[in-house]
C-alpha cells in the first residue's frame, strides 16, 4: 500500500510538473491543455479507487480515508471516499470533453 502510494504521488507530481510546462507553450491549443488537466482529475479519481479496493484487501487504509472514518464512522467514511473519488472521475470525463469539444 505504501509503496504503491509513493510511486502514485510521484507520478501525480511528474504529469503536475508537464502540465505547467503545458502551459507555458503558447503554440498548444487551448483543447489539449483542458484534455490534459482532465486525464490527470481522472487519473486521481482512479488511483483513490486502486488505494481504496487495496485498502479493503490488505485492511491498510489510506490516510485520508482512516480520517473520514474517524469522522463519519467506518461505513460512512468508505461511501464518502468511494464517492469523491467517483466525483473524481467524471470531472475529469467532463473536462475531457470538454477540451475536446474546444478544438
Keep these: 500500500m505504501k509503496k504503491f502510494q509513493k510511486i502514485s504521488q510521484k507520478v501525480v507530481i511528474a504529469l503536475a510538473i508537464l502540465w505547467v510546462l503545458l502551459l507555458a507553450i503558447p503554440s498548444i491549443p487551448l483543447g489539449y ?13 482512479i488511483q483513490n479507487i486502486l488505494l481504496l479496493n487495496i485498502g479493503q484487501r490488505t485492511g491498510v487504509m489510506p490516510d485520508k ?10 461505513r460512512s467514511g468508505v461511501v464518502r471516499y468511494g464517492v469523491i473519488a467517483f466525483f ?12 475536446y469539444q474546444a478544438l
Design 33 to 45: 491543455r483542458y484534455i490534459y488537466v482532465g486525464a490527470l482529475i481522472f487519473y486521481l479519481g
Design 65 to 74: 480515508l482512516l480520517m473520514y472514518q474517524q469522522r463519519l464512522g467506518e
Design 88 to 99: 473524481y472521475i467524471v470531472f475529469g470525463v467532463l473536462i475531457i470533453y470538454g477540451g
